[in-house]
Each structure stands twice: as structure tokens, then as C-alpha cells.
């Protein structure tokens, strides 16, 4: 079992930044990557950025590269999501996840974390 835990989120102008943060403890060994989803109110959840935590590897989603960076810890074990240039658009709960699996970034994410709200006003 892996325990997620989000924080770091809040409200914030359109063109503000945000760093969200995920702890992770227990069995973290058991996955390779982790990632940040979000979902906005009647909206898919949708993957944001993918970590895999053994070589660095970074993947985003086409709506918020060159915008925000997610990077890792691991001796802390914990991951980050720093958010620039945040539009309303980025506005949803956003959540930490870890999974096992190399071929498809946002897939296979077994562990969850409860999440945490990013509002972001223009």
C-alpha cells in the first residue's frame, strides 16, 4: 500500500503560480512513476504531468507544458507541481497518484491521493 497526501493548493489571479506537494509513504518502492491528474467540476479527470521516479523522465499534457514542472524528492519521497502562467482554465481538484508501468504515461495508477483545490480567478 502507498499513502498520498496533497497539499499546497489554494486560490490564486490568473498569471500567479502555485506549488503543490505530494507525500508519499509506505510501499513506494512498488511504483515507478508518479503523476499529477486533475478534475474540474463536470469535467473527465485528465492527466497533467507524469514523473517516472527511477530515470527522471518527464511527460505533460499538451495543455499545460512549458507552464508547469513536475519534479521529485526522493529521499523525502515526495513530488511536486510547480504552476506558472496559471489560466481559470487550470481550475479543478488536482491529485497525486502512483503506479507501476512504462508504456502508457497515464495509465496503470494504482494509489491515490484525496486531493487538493486550485482556483484560479481572472
Known amino acids: 500500500q502507498v499513502q498520498l497526501v496533497e497539499s499546497g493548493g489554494g486560490s490564486v489571479q490568473a498569471g500567479g503560480s502555485l506549488r503543490l506537494s505530494c507525500a508519499a509513504s509506505?510501499?513506494?518502492?512498488?511504483?515507478?512513476?508518479m503523476s499529477w491528474f486533475r478534475q474540474a467540476p463536470g469535467k473527465e479527470r485528465e492527466g497533467v504531468a507524469v514523473?517516472?521516479?527511477?530515470?527522471?523522465?518527464?511527460i505533460y499534457a499538451a495543455s499545460v507544458k512549458g507552464r508547469f514542472t513536475i519534479s521529485q524528492d526522493n529521499t523525502k519521497k515526495m513530488v511536486y507541481l510547480e504552476m506558472n502562467s496559471l489560466k481559470p482554465e487550470d481550475t479543478a481538484t488536482y491529485y497525486c497518484?502512483?503506479?507501476?508501468?512504462?508504456?502508457?504515461?497515464?495509465?496503470?495508477?494504482?494509489?491515490w491521493g484525496q486531493g487538493t483545490q486550485v482556483t484560479v480567478s481572472s
Open positions: 497518484a502512483a503506479g507501476f508501468g512504462w508504456s502508457r504515461p497515464w495509465a496503470d495508477f494504482t494509489y
Open positions: 509506505g510501499a513506494t518502492s512498488s511504483s515507478n512513476k
Open positions: 514523473i517516472y521516479t527511477g530515470i527522471g523522465t518527464q
